[in-house]
C-alpha cells in the first residue's frame, strides 16, 4: 500500500515537475523566438527628444515657438520628487522594486481579462514597459507585443539606472493639448514651471496619460477630478503625502488654463507674425523642416519689438486710408445662422469658432462681431472678449458709414460678422466703429544698412487674414525704383551727376510692336543733368543712358546687388519692368547706404541647437583686441570686416547724392521730409498696379511697395511717392529717434563742383540758388561740360520741348569762365499721370 501510495504522489511529483519544465521551456522557447530580432535598446542612451525651437527677440523676450510635440526637455534631477511620486503612485507604484516587469500585476490583468471575457483589458504595463512600447515598440494590444515589451524592458532595467528610465518617461509621454512631457503639459495647463505644482496639479498631470483625449479638464471635468483624487489616495497610502495634505488636496477645484483660472503662456507673447513666419521658412530651408521642428533650436531674431509694431501701423493705416476711400463694404466674408443668436451665451460660442484676423491693433485693437439687429440710425452688435456696459453700448450710429455707399440695409444683413474698435479722445469712449481688412495689399521691410539686421518686417495687412509675405514671397514690379541701378552703372562707366542726356521722343521697334517710351508728364525736356533726370524720374532719359551703358553693363549691376539672379537685357527692364521682391530691392539699397559694401540681409543673429552650441551666427566680423584689457576708455576695440565691395565709394556717394535730391525736391518731396539726410526713390508701374518707395538714412533702409494680389491699377493719381511715401515717413520718424542718423559720409579721392542741376553748366563756388547743386567729382577726372548722349536715338530740331528752368525769375550768374548764364527757378515739372513708370 505505501509503494502504491509513494508511487502515486511520485507520478504526480514527475508530472508536475515535466509539466514545469515544459512550460519553462515554452515559455523559455517564446522569449527566445521573440528576442532574436528586437530592436536596440541601447540607442535610449543617446536619446534626443524633440523638442520645441524658439526664437528670442533682440532684447530675449520668447516672441514664438514651433514644434511638431510641443515639449520642454527637463532632465531627471529638474524634476521635483512630487512630480515623480505623483506618476509613480497612478502608472506603477512598484517601479523602484521590480526589474521592469510587474508578475503580480501581469496576473491580475490575466485573471480580470479571463473574469470579463475579454470585455475588460487592463494594461498593467509597467512605467519601463510603457518606455519601450513608447521609443521601440507599436502601441497595439497584441500578446506579441507584450512579449517583447517585457523583454526590452528587463534588459533596459539591467542597463540604465531608474532614474534614467524615469527621465525617459517622464519627458516623452503625451499629456494631451499637444503637449510632450511634464515640462510643457505644466506650461500648458497651468502656465506653472514643474517646482511651482501644488499636490494636486501634479496629480491631475499623472491622471493624463490613461486617456488623453478622454481626459479634458473643461470638457470631461468630473471624470478629470475622479482620476485626479484616485492619484491622490494613492500618494497617501504609498507614503508620499500625509492624510492631512491628501484631505486638504482633494478639497481644491480642478482648475486649468483651458478653464480659464490661469493666463495661457501664448497670452504673455505677441501673435505669430511675418516675421517670426519668414524666419521659420528660411530656417527649414537651410536645416530641414524636421530639424527645425524637433530640433530644440534657439534663434536670436533681429526683430526690434517695438519698430515691428511702427511697420505693421505705419502700412495697415496707409492700406486703410485707400479702402475708405473707395467706399465699398465688403466685411469678412464670414457669417453666423440667425438661430445662434438668440442668447450672448450662444452668439459668443459662435463667434469664437469663426476665424477671422484678431491680430489688428491699428488704433486700437480690433473685435470680432456679429450683427444682431439693423435698424434705421444703427446697428446693434455682440462682440468679442467685451462686456457690454451702458458708457460703451454695443451699438454703431449711422454717421459712422458716411464713407460707404449706401446704407445699413445696403451693406449688411443679421448674422455678418465684422470687426469693431474703440474710437477714443483721450481716455474719453466715443462709439465702436466698423473697420474692415482692405482688399489691397502691400509689404513694409526696414534694416540696419551696417550688419544687414532686419529690424522690422510686414508681409500684409494681417497675417491671421493672410499668411503670404509680400516682403518676401510676392515677385513685383519694381517700376521706377530700380532705375538707381542704371545710374550706377553708368556713374561706374564714367559719367558724371552733371553728365548731360537727351530728354526726347524716342521709337523702338519689338517684335510686340512700336514701343513709344512716355515721361509720366508726357512732356520732353531736352538736354537734361542725370541729376535731374533721376530727381524727377524721366524714363526716355534712363532708356537712353541704358542704351549707351549696355543693358549688358545694367543687367550685371542689378545681378550683383542680387536684385535678379538673372535679368533679361531689355530696355524695358531699365524702367523695372522685370518682377523682384521687396527683400531684394530693400537690401540692394542698403549698398547704396553703406558706401557701396556688400551687406547680406537676415532676420536671424544667432542659432544654437539644444546643447547651446553655435550653429549659426550673422555677424562674421571679428574683434582683433577684444580680450585685451589693456585698451584705454577712450578707444573702443577694432572689428575688422572682410566685406566685399560692389561698387566705388564715389559711385555710391554720388548716387546717394542724387538720391537725396529725389527727397528734397523731386517725386518723393511731398511725402517724406525728416530731420536727418534722407535719400530715396519712388516706383510707380504702367496703370499704378504696383507703388513702390525705398529710402534711408545713414543707418536704416526701409521699402514699402502697396498693389492688389491680383495686380489690377489703383486709381487715378496713384504713385510711389503718394502711397509709400508716408508709411516711409511714418516709420522712419520713430525709428531715428531709436537708431539715429547724419550726414552720409564722403568717401576721399573728390572735391565739389556747383553745377546748374537744369543745364548742367559749371557754375562759380560761391553760386546760390535752388538750382544750384554741389556735385562730387573724382580727383584727377576734371569733368567735360557741355557734350550731350542721346543713346544712339535721334532727336529732331523742331521737337516742342517744355522749358522747366525757364519763366519769369530767371536771373543770371557768372560762370568759371566768365561768362554770364541764365539760371531760372524752380518750376513745376508737369502734371503726374499713371501712364507711365515713374
Known sequence: MLRFILSFFGTIFSFVTLSAMVVALSIGAVFWVYGRDLPSHESLASY??????????????????????????????????????????????????????????????????????????????????QVMKNFLLSGDRQIERKIKEIILAARLEESMPKEK?????????????????????????FNKSLSELAPHE??????????????????????????????????????????????????????SVQNGDFESYRDERPPRDYFTDEIRRQLSRDFGDDEFFSGGFTVRATIDPDMQVRAAHALQEQLEVYDRGLGRWRGTGKTIDPAKLKTEESWRAALADVRVAR????????????VLEIGDQEIRLGIEGVEETEAEPFVVPRKDIGWLRGDFHDNFKVGDVVHVRRMTEGDQFIRWTLRQVPDVQGGFMAMDVNTGRVIAMQGGFSYQNSVFNRATQARRQPGSSFKPFVYAAALDSGYTPATIVIDAPIEINTPQGMWRPMNASHQFYGPTPLRTGIERSRNVMTIRLAQEVGMDVVAGYAERFGVYDNMGQYLANALGSEET?????????????????????????????RYGKTIYRHDQRTC?????????????????????????????YQLTSMLQGVVQRG???????????????????????????????????????????????LGRGASGGGFCGPVFQ????????????????????????????????????????????????????EPIFGVSFDGGFAMGSDLPLFDEAGGSGARQVTTSSGKKAVVGPKASFGTLSSGGLY
Open 48 to 129: 534626443q527628444p524633440k523638442t520645441i525651437s524658439r526664437i528670442y527677440s533682440s532684447e530675449g523676450r520668447i516672441i514664438d515657438e514651433f514644434a511638431v510635440e510641443r515639449r520642454l526637455f527637463a532632465p531627471a534631477d529638474e524634476i521635483p520628487d512630487l512630480i515623480k511620486e505623483a506618476f509613480i503612485s497612478a502608472e506603477d507604484k512598484n517601479f523602484y522594486t521590480h526589474k521592469g516587469y510587474d508578475t503580480r500585476g501581469i496576473a491580475a490583468a490575466i485573471v480580470e481579462a479571463v473574469q470579463t471575457r475579454g470585455k475588460t483589458v487592463r494594461g498593467a504595463s509597467t512605467i519601463t514597459q
Open 359 to 370: 491680430d489688428v491693433t491699428l488704433d486700437a485693437p480690433w473685435h470680432p462681431a456679429v
Open 581 to 609: 521682391t521687396l527683400y531684394k530691392m530693400v537690401s540692394a539699397y542698403a549698398m547704396f547706404a553703406n558706401g557701396g559694401e556688400r551687406v547680406e540681409p537676415t532676420l536671424v543673429d544667432r542659432v544654437q541647437d
Open 165 to 189: 528610465i524615469l527621465e525617459l518617461y517622464l519627458n516623452e509621454i503625451f499629456l494631451g493639448q499637444n503637449s510632450y512631457g511634464v515640462a510643457a503639459a505644466a506650461q500648458t495647463y
Open 202 to 255: 501634479a496629480a491631475m498631470l499623472a491622471a493624463m496619460p490613461q486617456a488623453p483625449g478622454r481626459y479634458h479638464p473643461v470638457t470631461a471635468k468630473e471624470r478629470v477630478t475622479q482620476r485626479r483624487d484616485y492619484v491622490l489616495r494613492e500618494m497617501m497610502e504609498n507614503g508620499y503625502i500625509t492624510r492631512a495634505v491628501y484631505q486638504q488636496e482633494v478639497q481644491q477645484p480642478l482648475r
Open 730 to 781: 511714418r516709420f522712419m520718424s520713430e525709428a531715428i529717434k531709436e537708431y539715429g542718423g547724419g550726414k552720409f559720409k564722403i568717401p576721399p579721392g573728390g572735391h565739389f563742383i556747383n553745377i546748374d542741376r537744369y543745364t548742367g553748366a559749371r557754375l562759380p563756388d560761391g553760386a546760390t540758388g535752388e538750382n544750384v547743386v554741389a556735385e562730387y567729382f573724382r580727383d584727377g577726372e
Open 624 to 652: 582683433t583686441d577684444c580680450t585685451d584689457p589693456s585698451i584705454p576708455r577712450s578707444r573702443s576695440p577694432r572689428i575688422v570686416s572682410d566685406r566685399a565691395r560692389v561698387m566705388d565709394a564715389i559711385t555710391a
Open 667 to 713: 517725386t518723393a518731396s511731398h511725402s517724406v521730409n525728416l530731420p536727418v539726410p534722407t535719400a530715396g526713390k519712388t516706383g510707380t508701374t504702367n496703370d499704378a498696379k504696383d507703388v513702390w518707395f525705398i529710402g534711408f538714412t545713414s543707418n536704416v533702409v526701409a521699402g514699402c511697395y502697396i498693389g492688389y494680389d491680383d495686380p489690377q491699377p
